[in-house]
């Protein structure tokens, strides 16, 4: 098993850009979060899901959007990236929600100029 | 508003010794809490769960306690190893969303251990 793979490791984008960043999951989990990550900050929450075809907002979710049409999937998109959504992405599964360890992926370092 | 508090400065200790973690949390209730491991560049990787019933938990060196009363976990690391050297992140339940139990998570503290 993979596990939670995070595509991509790296990117830089330009102010006004559109991109998205893709997490898959081969452990069948139910939930599935986007989190960033700041220095000093800590990790928020962005968007989370609770099964397939469902997403609400987290903490953070101004300037997100984000998609889960496939369980395995969930997607996050920025439509006009500025930069203050320069951080570290991460992603993460679990299978019933905040009561069963969160499985994360290996990051999504993204640096908009 | 609610609130996680872990110290942000880091953590020093010599090898062998016993580190611990605090993670003080206000305006919450939680159901559990959790501790997680991150190194640099990598993602957070899970180490324990404490539920609000329990007021300790135990893996290999690993201790963690749980007092409501005071909204306060302690995380130790007994034996403490150069290894151990990481960021750990305390993170609790934000209250049901819809029968959902949705984690926060506290800034994490800096472990350095010096051989």
């Known amino acids: 098993n993979a596990g939670v793979t995070q595509t991509p490791k790296f990117r830089v984008l330009k102010t006004g850009q559109s991109m998205t960043l893709l997490c898959a999951q081969d452990m069948n989990h139910e939930y599935m979060y986007w989190y960033r990550q700041d220095p000093g900050m800590g990790l928020r929450l962005i968007h989370y899901s609770v099964g397939e075809g469902t997403t609400a907002k987290g903490e953070v979710p101004d300037g997100y959007n984000v998609s889960r049409l496939k369980k395995q999937n969930f997607l996050l998109g920025l439509e006009s990236a500025a930069p203050s959504q320069t951080s570290v992405y991460f992603c993460a599964s679990n299978d019933r929600g905040g009561q069963e360890t969160q499985y994360f992926g290996p990051g999504t370092r993204l640096l908009v100029l | 508003s609610q609130k996680i508090e872990q110290n942000s400065e880091a953590l020093n200790i010599q090898e062998g010794k016993t580190a611990t973690l605090t993670c003080n949390y206000t305006n919450y209730s939680p159901a559990y809490l959790q501790w997680y491991r991150q190194d640099p560049g990598r993602g957070p990787v899970f180490l324990l769960l404490?539920?609000?019933?329990?007021k300790e938990k135990r893996k290999e060196r690993l201790k963690v306690t749980f007092d409501t009363t005071l909204k306060q976990s302690l995380f130790h690391i007994t034996a403490s190893q150069p290894a151990d050297s990481a960021t750990y992140l305390c993170?609790?339940?934000?209250?049901?969303?819809?029968?959902?139990?949705?984690?926060?998570f506290g800034r994490g503290t800096s472990l350095i251990v010096h051989p």
């Open positions: 404490i539920r609000e019933n329990e």
């Open positions: 993170a609790l339940d934000d209250g049901e969303r819809g029968g959902s139990y949705i984690p926060t």
